[in-house]
């Protein structure tokens, strides 16, 4: 057997296999052998089937299956023994084999297209700088919140006359077409120039409205017509809209019941506590979604400070193939920088995680999910009503979907693991931020 690695380029090569009769034909004749003792075919005893009628019968994909299996290995082994860092398994190249006699010919060439991973360094000081955006919580945000809290919990009432702040709910009917819901729609979520048309509207009153113009969401769409957002993409024209009624949310009053709905009986008991009570839960989700950012922008960061050479080519065809071209090649293209800085991540992280000698224990991983569920369950209150059941809980989460919780679990810790070194490592400065400016950072 001949196995060399012709390197095109630094990240892109090919692994040829030559394969002469000694590589194969004893595995071979094994198999025949083996094939004739187990062989049940008629006019022969069982047993005594001779190896011409077996090779006859079945020589050809006898072959082809060992030389298959002879491959595999050889492949494998030859890339672990040259510790070839592979990204994505090998491609065979199908062309070579189109024109193969598995029935005369003895002596085969395959060829594998691979993808390497070039070395690289990555660079954990405190000349990387990544900003943490802290969201500054003024008064108009938490205004804002306890406005929105109160809608949630309020009344809904049917006033005679639409603003524009309510929802009208009628017969939505496309014209010249049999096509009609009744639906509600949210005049707080149409173009700011028709409003006009739409409040001042009462019960049994109708209006016809160019539908695209009003609504440009293809979401909202496919609320009225009950249809799927694929779907809304082909629906326009005039709609003619029957009131049936008009719906208001009136604000829930700032009382003791309002404060027991949303935190509990008796746990807040004046209006000042249930100010205080909003403002820290909001800031804990703030600080939580800053951490979030936080991560997305250490990621993004050693990702464009680390030159990685990647086998373009190689991977756009990986692809392909992966989905048995069943993905166009431009829909590769169009989503290929995401795919590849996913791959750099992975490729950054796998040598952070190795380099510090870092480890995922088991104990760890089923506290975590033991965490998961109890935060899912309702917090520390759940894991005393679920106390003698909880391991039980945990272990059947964990092997559920074929241990693939697990795998999801661990990759959480791992990845975790590996942001804090990163973080105990660089520079990390904290910023104050308004919201509108948080959520422009978090968008970009």
């Known amino acids: 057997m001949d196995i060399t690695l012709d390197k095109k380029t630094s990240t892109e090569g090919f692994i040829k296999i030559k394969l002469i009769p000694g590589d194969y034909q004893p595995k071979v004749d094994e198999k025949v052998k083996e094939y004739a003792r187990k062989a049940n075919i008629k006019g022969f005893r069982r047993g005594k089937v001779p190896s011409g009628v077996i090779k006859k019968l079945y020589g050809k994909s006898i072959k082809a299956e060992e030389i298959n299996h002879i491959l595999s290995h050889s492949l494998n082994d030859y890339i672990k023994e040259n510790k070839i860092?592979?990204?994505?398994?090998?491609?065979?190249?199908?062309?070579?084999?189109?024109?193969?006699?598995?029935?005369?010919?003895?002596?085969?060439?395959?060829?594998?297209?691979?993808?390497?991973?070039?070395?690289?360094?990555?660079?954990?000081?405190?000349?990387?700088?990544?900003?943490?955006?802290?969201?500054?919580?003024?008064?108009?945000?938490?205004?804002?919140?306890?406005?929105?809290?109160?809608?949630?919990?309020?009344?809904?009432?049917?006033?005679?006359?639409?603003?524009?702040?309510?929802?009208?709910?009628?017969?939505?009917?496309?014209?010249?077409t049999d096509r009609e819901n009744d639906a509600v729609l949210d005049l707080k979520m149409i173009e700011k120039k028709d409003l006009k048309n739409f409040t001042g509207l009462k019960k049994d009153d109708t209006l016809s409205f160019d539908l695209r113009t009003v609504i440009k969401d293809d979401e909202m769409v496919a609320g009225l017509f009950a249809t799927t957002i694929e779907g809304a993409k082909n629906i326009s024209g005039e709609v003619i809209l029957t009131v049936k009624n008009i719906n208001r949310v009136e604000p829930a009053e700032l009382n003791q019941d309002l404060f027991d709905k949303v935190f509990g009986k008796n746990q807040v008991k004046s209006e000042k506590e249930f100010m205080d009570k909003v403002k820290t839960t909001v800031?804990?989700?703030?600080?939580?979604?800053?951490?979030?950012?936080?991560?997305?922008?250490?990621?993004?960061?050693?990702?464009?400070?680390?030159?990685?050479?990647?086998?373009?080519?190689?991977?756009?065809?990986?692809?392909?193939?992966?989905?048995?071209?069943?993905?166009?090649?431009?829909?590769?293209?169009?989503?290929?920088?995401?795919?590849?800085?996913?791959?750099?991540?992975?490729?950054?992280?796998?040598?952070?995680?190795?380099?510090?000698?870092?480890?995922?224990?088991?104990?760890?991983?089923?506290?975590?999910?033991?965490?998961?569920?109890?935060?899912?369950?309702?917090?520390?209150s759940a894991a005393d009503v679920y106390k003698e059941q909880m391991n039980g809980i945990v272990q059947n989460f964990l092997q559920a979907e074929s241990g693939k919780n697990y795998v999801t679990i661990y990759n959480q810790v791992r990845e975790d693991k590996i942001i804090k070194v990163i973080r105990e490592n660089i520079s990390i400065s904290e910023k104050k931020v308004n919201l509108e400016a948080f959520k422009k950072l978090a968008n970009a």
């Open 85 to 176: 860092q592979l990204l994505g398994d090998p491609i065979p190249e199908m062309e070579k084999t189109q024109n193969i006699d598995w029935e005369t010919q003895t002596e085969f060439e395959f060829e594998f297209a691979i993808g390497m991973v070039d070395e690289f360094k990555y660079d954990l000081s405190s000349k990387v700088k990544v900003n943490k955006h802290i969201i500054n919580l003024d008064d108009k945000v938490l205004k804002s919140n306890v406005e929105d809290i109160r809608m949630r919990y309020g009344k809904m009432i049917n006033p005679d006359i639409a603003t524009a702040d309510d929802s009208i709910y009628g017969n939505f009917k496309l014209s010249g």
């Open 283 to 380: 800031q804990e989700n703030y600080n939580r979604e800053s951490e979030y950012l936080l991560i997305r922008d250490i990621k993004d960061t050693l990702i464009e400070k680390t030159k990685i050479d990647t086998p373009d080519a190689f991977l756009k065809r990986r692809l392909q193939y992966s989905n048995e071209n069943k993905i166009s090649a431009e829909d590769i293209e169009k989503d290929y920088e995401l795919y590849l800085k996913d791959l750099k991540w992975n490729l950054i992280g796998n040598r952070i995680f190795n380099d510090f000698k870092l480890k995922v224990e088991n104990e760890e991983v089923t506290e975590t999910a033991r965490n998961q569920i109890i935060s899912q369950l309702g917090g520390p």
